[in-house]
């Protein structure tokens, strides 16, 4: 006879452990600590020419074909180095560019070198509205897909991406300077 726990319960157990001096919380994907919402951090002006989610082909939400993309960027230490990652909805490919800074003229940058060096076929992308994404035409140029965006804070709405980007911490947590980080090394992550 199988036993079923719900995820309660072992949360629950977790915590009890923790405060008892053990350390299995820090085998969770955000060590316990929970997301803090702060629209203060929401600075940038809108994105020029932004296209919805809502207006997104049916066909990428299917995870059928290859060619529809979530794409985020990941914070390094004191938010001086940046990585950038794509992730194929279909596939679960994963692209990951390292970025020196997280202006949008280097978004662009990174999408001329990955249209260059590898053999993807983008179809659509589908980006959160960070001022990096704001160039988005132009990576419509370069790689022939038309770039979506999530609604505001709706995480869920590119959620392969979001959990790739918390994978990729268990290998690099916060606080790491990506620019001391290889390209090597990060061309392994992606390969993992």
């Known amino acids: 006879m199988a036993i079923s726990v719900s995820k309660n319960t072992l949360y629950r157990y977790i915590r009890q452990e923790r405060q008892a001096g053990g350390e299995l919380y820090q085998q969770l994907p ?12 929401l600075k940038s002006g809108p994105i020029p020419n932004r296209v919805g989610i809502e ?6 939400e299917l995870k059928q074909e290859p060619g529809h993309f979530e794409i985020d960027t990941i914070f390094g230490k004191d938010q001086k180095s940046f990585l950038l990652t794509i992730v194929d909805k279909a596939l679960k490919t994963v692209i990951i560019r390292k970025l020196p800074n997280k202006r949008a003229e280097t978004v662009v940058a990174a999408f001329r070198d990955i249209e260059a060096n590898t053999f993807c076929k983008f179809k659509t992308l589908t980006a959160d509205n960070g001022p990096e994404f704001a160039l988005h035409e132009q990576i419509t140029q370069i790689t022939g897909a038309q ?29 790491t300077d990506f620019s001391q980080v290889s390209h090597r090394k990060i061309a392994e992550l992606e390969h993992i």
């Open 30 to 41: 955000h060590r316990g600590k929970r997301y803090r919402y702060n629209a203060e951090n």
């Open 55 to 60: 207006y997104r082909p049916a066909q990428a």
């Open 147 to 175: 770039v979506y965006f999530a609604h505001p804070y709706h995480s869920w709405e590119r959620g392969l991406n979001e959990h790739t980007n918390g994978l990729i911490r268990r290998f690099y947590p916060k606080g």
